[in-house]
């Protein structure tokens, strides 16, 4: 008896909302085109109306899922026993680091001893990858001093959990919480993902003017 020819392959795909390769090849139709073939479909993650599948951004649960983007999220993914393969590992250019108001009496890392620094809290996450970047950072900032994680006090910041609704995506404000937490005086210092210092109404912090960087940059994990 002949066999019937086998279905069509779906994949997925999904990115973080960092520069990234994907980024550009999804932009410019690169990835579309590269898999418009017979016996292929391919999918995004981001634009599935299932909660579940998208959240296999952060868990892999989805077979057929390739991701580029931090790598918090797969290790803990392979941690849970996802069978998660690393295929090629990039680097971001970018500034990672401390962040105090410009009037702050912390003007070296040395300073952060004894000081509030924010960690996000987003209790209803998949896995919380800010805040694990976060404490990573702080980490990496306090050693680069002589300090440890007891020479300063970690300060928890409620924070809005991501994509959490059945049903399509519904894209939200994005809200700096660690920001607000340093401008009410909640906390000493922040240490955010991605931080981004100008005047420009994209940015997720106001006038470069108002705030001061610590130290060099340094690598935080997300």
């Known amino acids: 008896m002949a ?47 299932s909660l579940e599948l998208r959240n296999a951004h952060f868990h892999h649960k989805q077979s057929g899922l390739f991701r580029e983007g931090g790598n918090i999220p797969p290790i803990w993914a392979r941690g849970i026993g996802q069978d998660t393969v690393v295929v090629a590992i990039t680097w971001l250019d970018e500034y990672q680091g401390v962040i105090v108001k410009a009037d702050s009496d912390i003007h070296e890392l040395a300073d952060l001893k004894g000081k509030r620094l924010a960690i996000p ?18 980490t990496t900032a306090l050693k680069l ?28 404000e994005y809200r700096h919480v660690e920001l607000d937490a340093l401008n009410s005086g909640e906390a000493d210092a922040i240490c955010p993902v991605r931080p981004r210092l100008s005047t420009g ?8 003017t108002q705030y001061q960087r610590l130290g060099r940059s340094f690598a935080a994990c997300e």
């Open 121 to 138: 809290d987003h209790a209803g996450a998949v896995i919380d990858f800010q805040r694990g970047a976060a404490q990573h950072g702080f």
């Open 145 to 172: 001093a002589g300090l440890g994680r007891e020479d300063a006090h970690f300060v928890d910041i409620k924070a809005e959990s991501y994509d959490t609704q059945p049903g399509p995506r519904i894209a939200r």
């Open 201 to 208: 109404k994209e940015s997720a912090l106001p006038a470069a």
């Open 3 to 49: 066999q019937s020819p086998a279905g069509p392959v779906h994949l997925w795909y999904t990115r973080c909302g960092a520069a990234t390769a994907s980024a550009l090849a999804i932009r410019q139709g690169w990835l579309q085109a590269e898999f418009a073939r017979d016996g292929t479909i391919l999918h995004s993650l981001r634009d599935s109306d």
